[in-house]
């Protein structure tokens, strides 16, 4: 008998293991690790993926046989091989903490501490006996660890696997690895031994570990000698005399046709209950074919095939991840045991399994179909009916039924219906989804942006490319022969001025471009704001409104070395960290290197700030000019709150912000060196607690002033 996780929660409450809030996460945590699990039966297959996992937990799902293992999560508790593999090991080499008392042994002990019982006894002292000292679990870990091999550690000991070897047939090791379980014959070492062979090993079907009732010596034997001989020689196959073999894999059997390392060898599935259920149902040890004959073998490499026609598409039969099925219109449908098999199943039958399973098929929000009245471009035109009433159906699209037809839908005329179902179609197909656009936005066509001009670099290569790619092979080579020749390249003036020019040209054509674009908005009637949104789109991404974004210190640092460091020959990565390094070098004695660049960024900060008002206060005015046209929707005004409600308000500086503003500058380590961004927080940080009160009141007065002027102006 087995548990079912109600026995077993009664089980575990009777032995005196854990307590009741615990008993879920334990099923929970034994299932996730597949140490227990629900096998599949029979050509059952799982209902759900298992819980996605990582690790070791996922190879523990490998070795119990993945998703024939784990099963539907209903019905009886089975071990695993995993389970097998740790329990014979904790069972072997730490007894006491498998014990079922353990629990309610420490349990009681704890009680006893925590009550005052035993005063010689405390937390601290039983710790340190339960980890520390030679009994300790530290200790006999690391025994353990020392003393067991690691094929040992690995291997399940069933108990229909005491094979004795004595010298009529080898001993047989089952082991769970990172990518399944696997058998190896132990009779052969890999330490030079026996001719210094390396033990043969084949995989076990994950169908096979999940059931262990049909893990024997004599299917063993079975598996590892078809894996020795390369398989099961079926025959050869009549078209091109290839060898055909019958071979056992992780997911049960399946044919090879053609020989290993072969030009040309292919694998071809076989249906579940031919390939022995995932490899559940596999007797090799009493039929070593399967049952497959040379005729069935020819016929599963032959898949898919062509069954019959219907309205002149064929259907196919073939064998898929979850079983066989037939293929029509790109659709798919199971073929089930009873209807037939992918190599006998007749035109009758394919055509009523297709006609029922997928031009038939109900939708998921239909009862049913009322009337069927004609083919239209290969899909039938029908009455259904749904939730909400009648309706015609066409494909995925839906129309609705005429009320006279109420009665007697088989009276609706083909044409009629199909009218209907063109105007649906046609209707549906104008609908843009999301967010409509104006029909004016959409008309405006805009001339193309003019192209970006090229570096000196792409000028360069354009001109080097042909002569390089003649004695280089692959692109790769080529960039890095072009790379490599300008490091080298002195005469680079050329190529700067051709830059130059370039870019004056792209910035003339690029006002002509903006003139011509904002002359065709004006006379479509666009406002300022728009135009800058329709332009921009128009060229692409690009700098934001056409202003261009401020540089960091370092970015300009990096604009005036670069050119410098880039003539040594480095290679990207190594002149970004050369750049960096003498970045860092900067920062060293006054640091007036470094601040001639602080000075830089200052600059260009305030250039584009300037810039960013001058175009506020431009849509400002446009905003403020009244139109001609009275067309204010709604849409329109919810829109514009919503962008003022997301506008932040400026906050005034608080004091501690404002000592940090005027000492930051003055932050030094110990030694003098500049600290980090994340050392100067700390240290002002200190600073600001050590500060005396009329300091500190001085910044608060400070703040509340700059708060008050804050206040005045908005």
Same mark, same amino acid.
């Given at each position: 008998?087995?548990?079912?996780?109600?026995?077993?929660?009664?089980?575990?409450?009777?032995?005196?293991?854990?307590?009741?809030?615990?008993?879920?996460?334990?099923?929970?945590?034994?299932?996730?690790?597949?140490?227990?699990?629900?096998?599949?039966?029979?050509?059952?297959?799982?209902?759900?993926?298992?819980?996605?996992?990582?690790?070791?937990?996922?190879?523990?799902?490998?070795?119990?046989?993945?998703?024939?293992?784990?099963?539907?999560?209903?019905?009886?508790?089975?071990?695993?091989?995993?389970?097998?593999?740790?329990?014979?090991?904790?069972?072997?080499?730490?007894?006491?903490?498998?014990?079922?008392?353990?629990?309610?042994?420490?349990?009681?002990?704890?009680?006893?501490?925590?009550?005052?019982?035993?005063?010689?006894?405390?937390?601290?002292?039983?710790?340190?006996?339960?980890?520390?000292?030679?009994?300790?679990?530290?200790?006999?870990?690391?025994?353990?660890?020392?003393?067991?091999?690691?094929?040992?550690?690995?291997?399940?000991?069933?108990?229909?696997?005491?094979?004795?070897?004595?010298?009529?047939?080898?001993?047989?090791?089952?082991?769970?690895?990172?990518?399944?379980?696997?058998?190896?014959?132990?009779?052969?070492?890999?330490?030079?031994?026996?001719?210094?062979?390396?033990?043969?090993?084949?995989?076990?079907?994950?169908?096979?570990?999940?059931?262990?009732?049909?893990?024997?010596?004599?299917?063993?034997?079975?598996?590892?000698?078809?894996?020795?001989?390369?398989?099961?020689?079926?025959?050869?196959?009549?078209?091109?005399?290839?060898?055909?073999?019958?071979?056992?894999?992780?997911?049960?059997?399946?044919?090879?046709?053609?020989?290993?390392?072969?030009?040309?060898?292919?694998?071809?599935?076989?249906?579940?209950?031919?390939?022995?259920?995932?490899?559940?149902?596999?007797?090799?040890?009493?039929?070593?074919?399967?049952?497959?004959?040379?005729?069935?073998?020819?016929?599963?490499?032959?898949?898919?095939?062509?069954?019959?026609?219907?309205?002149?598409?064929?259907?196919?039969?073939?064998?898929?991840?979850?079983?066989?099925?037939?293929?029509?219109?790109?659709?798919?449908?199971?073929?089930?045991?009873?209807?037939?098999?992918?190599?006998?199943?007749?035109?009758?039958?394919?055509?009523?399994?297709?006609?029922?399973?997928?031009?038939?098929?109900?939708?998921?929000?239909?009862?049913?179909?009322?009337?069927?009245?004609?083919?239209?471009?290969?899909?039938?035109?029908?009455?259904?009916?749904?939730?909400?009433?009648?309706?015609?159906?066409?494909?995925?699209?839906?129309?609705?039924?005429?009320?006279?037809?109420?009665?007697?839908?088989?009276?609706?005329?083909?044409?009629?219906?199909?009218?209907?179902?063109?105007?649906?179609?046609?209707?549906?197909?104008?609908?843009?989804?999301?967010?409509?656009?104006?029909?004016?936005?959409?008309?405006?066509?805009?001339?193309?942006?003019?192209?970006?001009?090229? @570096?000196? %670099? &792409?000028? !360069?290569? +354009?001109?080097? #490319? $042909?002569? =390089? /790619?003649?004695?280089?092979?692959?692109? *790769?080579?080529?960039?890095?022969?072009?790379?490599?020749?300008?490091?080298?390249?002195?005469?680079?003036?050329?190529?700067?001025?051709?830059?130059?020019?370039?870019?004056?040209?792209?910035?003339?054509?690029?006002?002509?471009?903006?003139?011509?674009?904002?002359?065709?908005?004006?006379?479509?009637?666009?406002?300022?704001?728009?135009?800058?949104?329709?332009?921009?789109?128009?060229?692409?991404?690009?700098?934001?409104?056409?202003?261009?974004?401020?540089? @960091?210190? %370092? &970015?300009? !640092?990096? +604009?005036?070395? #670069? $050119?410098? =460091? /880039?003539?040594?020959?480095?290679?990207? *990565?190594?002149?970004?960290?050369?750049?960096?390094?003498?970045?860092?070098?900067?920062?060293?004695?006054?640091?007036?290197?470094?601040?001639?660049?602080?000075?830089?960024?200052?600059?260009?900060?305030?250039?584009?700030?300037?810039?960013?008002?001058?175009?506020?206060?431009?849509?400002?005015?446009?905003?403020?000019?009244?139109?001609?046209?009275?067309?204010?929707?709604?849409?329109?005004?919810?829109?514009?709150?919503?962008?003022?409600?997301?506008?932040?308000?400026?906050?005034?500086?608080?004091?501690?912000?404002?000592?940090?503003?005027?000492?930051?500058?003055?932050?030094?380590?110990?030694?003098?060196?500049?600290?980090?961004?994340?050392?100067?927080?700390?240290?002002?940080?200190?600073?600001?607690?050590?500060?005396?009160?009329?300091?500190?009141?001085?910044?608060?007065?400070?703040?509340?002033?700059?708060?008050?002027?804050?206040?005045?102006?908005?």
């Amino acid at each position: 008998p087995r548990y079912n996780e109600a026995s077993f929660v009664k089980e575990l409450e009777a032995l005196g293991v854990g307590r009741p809030s615990t008993y879920a996460s334990v099923v929970q945590t034994l299932r996730q690790r597949a140490y227990i699990g629900t096998p599949l039966k029979g050509d059952e297959s799982a209902r759900s993926k298992p819980k996605a996992v990582s690790g070791a937990a996922r190879i523990a799902q490998r070795a119990a046989g993945g998703d024939e293992f784990m099963g539907s999560g209903r019905g009886p508790l089975c071990p695993s091989l995993s389970a097998f593999v740790v329990c014979t090991l904790l069972e072997k080499h730490f007894p006491s903490y498998v014990d079922p008392s353990f629990t309610a042994d420490m349990e009681g002990k704890l009680d006893s501490i925590a009550s005052g019982n035993k005063e010689e006894e405390t937390r601290i002292k039983y710790l340190e006996d339960y980890w520390g000292g030679e009994d300790g679990l530290a200790a006999q870990v690391d025994r353990v660890d020392k003393v067991v091999d690691a094929s040992e550690a690995r291997r399940a000991d069933l108990p229909g696997l005491l094979t004795k070897n004595d010298g009529e047939e080898d001993d047989i090791g089952l082991f769970i690895g990172p990518w399944g379980a696997y058998i190896q014959r132990m009779g052969v070492s890999d330490t030079g031994s026996t001719d210094e062979e390396t033990p043969p090993t084949a995989n076990l079907p994950q169908g096979m570990a999940a059931d262990l009732s049909t893990i024997t010596p004599e299917v063993l034997n079975a598996l590892l000698a078809a894996k020795e001989k390369d398989g099961i020689l079926l025959g050869q196959h009549p078209k091109d005399g290839r060898n055909i073999r019958l071979k056992i894999g992780r997911y049960g059997a399946y044919l090879q046709w053609g020989d290993a390392g072969e030009e040309g060898t292919t694998n071809h599935s076989l249906p579940r209950d031919v390939g022995g259920l995932g490899g559940r149902n596999i007797d090799l040890a009493g039929a070593a074919t399967l049952g497959i004959t040379l005729e069935d073998a020819v016929g599963y490499t032959g898949l898919p095939r062509t069954v019959c026609e219907l309205h002149d598409m064929p259907i196919l039969a073939s064998i898929g991840p979850y079983g066989p099925y037939l293929k029509y219109n790109n659709t798919f449908v199971s073929l089930k045991k009873e209807e037939g098999d992918v190599l006998t199943v007749d035109d009758v039958t394919a055509k009523r399994i297709v006609t029922e399973g997928i031009i038939n098929k109900p939708d998921r929000l239909a009862r049913g179909v009322l009337a069927e009245l004609g083919e239209k471009d290969g899909s039938m035109v029908c009455v259904k009916d749904g939730r909400f009433g009648m309706y015609i159906n066409w494909k995925r699209v839906n129309a609705k039924m005429p009320a006279e037809y109420y009665e007697n839908p088989d009276d609706l005329p083909l044409e009629e219906a199909w009218s209907l179902i063109e105007a649906k179609a046609g209707s549906t197909s104008c609908k843009s989804g999301r967010g409509k656009k104006s029909g004016k936005s959409k008309s405006i066509d805009l001339p193309p942006a003019p192209k970006r001009p090229i @570096s000196a %670099y &792409l000028h !360069f290569c +354009a001109e080097m #490319r $042909p002569q =390089v /790619a003649e004695s280089a092979g692959s692109l *790769g080579e080529v960039s890095k022969a072009l790379a490599a020749m300008w490091a080298d390249c002195d005469d680079r003036q050329k190529y700067d001025d051709l830059a130059t020019a370039g870019k004056e040209d792209y910035e003339e054509k690029k006002t002509a471009w903006q003139d011509e674009c904002d002359k065709i908005m004006t006379k479509a009637g666009l406002s300022k704001a728009s135009r800058l949104k329709t332009v921009k789109k128009a060229k692409g991404r690009g700098e934001d409104n056409g202003i261009k974004k401020p540089l @960091s210190a %370092y &970015l300009h !640092f990096c +604009a005036s070395k #670069r $050119p410098e =460091v /880039a003539k040594e020959g480095m290679a990207l *990565g190594a002149v970004s960290k050369e750049i960096a390094r003498l970045w860092a070098e900067t920062a060293e004695g006054d640091g007036d290197e470094r601040k001639k660049y602080q000075d830089m960024a200052a600059a260009d900060k305030e250039r584009y700030e300037k810039e960013l008002a001058e175009l506020g206060s431009s849509r400002a005015t446009a905003k403020a000019k009244p139109t001609s046209r009275r067309k204010t929707t709604t849409k329109r005004t919810s829109k514009t709150t919503k962008a003022k409600a997301k506008t932040k308000t400026p906050r005034a500086p608080s004091a501690y912000m404002m000592f940090c503003s005027d000492n930051r500058q003055n932050v030094s380590k110990e030694d003098g060196t500049k600290p980090t961004f994340g050392e100067t927080a700390k240290l002002l940080a200190a600073m600001w607690k050590e500060i005396d009160d009329n300091t500190r009141s001085e910044y608060q007065q400070r703040a509340a002033e700059e708060k008050e002027k804050l206040m005045a102006s908005q």
